[in-house]
């Protein structure tokens, strides 16, 4: 019933810039917030940022200026401009979403498969 999938990872040099987008697909329910988080190799899964519907956002501290996240609720589409990339960025991101009967009551939480980003020269 539910489908999150996430899109332009690849290969970009150090100081490059991505756009990724994840793509959602519900039947029957509402969409509340969505999020982007990453996880890289024996590291735990951290938070990047997360989006309400009314565009209210947080934003990890230490990614925060660098990475925007941005939503578009008519497509249901949630997207993640990364700039000034750094090899540290390397992982793989990954799209959450979060449905219900109501937006105000969206609790269930999806995950994409995730999204390659290399960072290297």
């Known amino acids: 019933q539910v489908q999150i999938v996430e899109s332009g990872g690849g290969l970009v040099q150090p100081g490059g810039s991505l756009r990724l987008t994840c793509a959602a697909t519900?039947?029957?329910?509402?969409?509340?917030?969505m999020g982007w988080y990453r996880q890289a190799p024996g590291k735990q899964r951290e938070l990047i940022a997360r989006i309400s519907r009314d565009d209210s956002t947080n934003y990890a501290d230490s990614l925060k200026g660098r990475f925007t996240i941005s939503r578009d609720n008519a497509k249901k589409m949630v997207y993640l401009q990364m700039n000034e990339l750094k090899p540290e960025d390397t992982a793989v991101y990954y799209c959450n979403v979060a449905i219900g009967v109501t937006a105000e009551t969206a609790s269930s939480n999806y995950w994409g498969r995730g999204t390659q980003v290399t960072v290297s020269s």
């Open positions: 519900v039947n029957f329910y509402v969409i509340g917030h």
